[in-house]
């Protein structure tokens, strides 16, 4: 605690930004699809790729065809805190077959 310069007691000013308090991307059952969640403290708006979305929610995923980066923003009165997540698709591996000709 301080004085002022009119000699008014003063007090340090903390400003808290949102907290994104965890991203998570679950896939189940393979055919099943994907499901995206996060949670947040704090934030009075939340984004995911510039969409509105539930400050504490999850969104299904269908099989994601290509890679992809996700951008979660929380949003809160003095400031807004960004999370990014890139889903990385893959190709699978190649299945060896073998073909038997029958005469």
Not at 54 to 68: K, Q, T, Y
Not at 73 to 90: C, L, P, S, Y
């Amino acid at each position: 605690m301080g004085r002022s310069a009119l000699g008014a007691a003063t007090a340090p000013l903390v400003v808290r930004l949102p907290v994104v308090k965890g991203v998570t991307l679950r896939h189940d059952r393979p055919g099943q699809p994907y499901r995206l969640a996060w949670g947040t403290h704090g934030a009075w708006r939340v984004t995911l790729d510039g969409r509105r979305v539930a400050v504490n929610g999850h969104v299904v995923l269908w099989r994601p065809l290509r890679s992809h980066p996700y951008a979660l923003v929380a949003v809160h009165d003095v400031g807004q805190v960004t999370v990014r997540v890139r889903i990385v698709v893959t190709a699978p591996a190649p299945v060896s077959r073998t073909d038997t000709l029958v005469p």
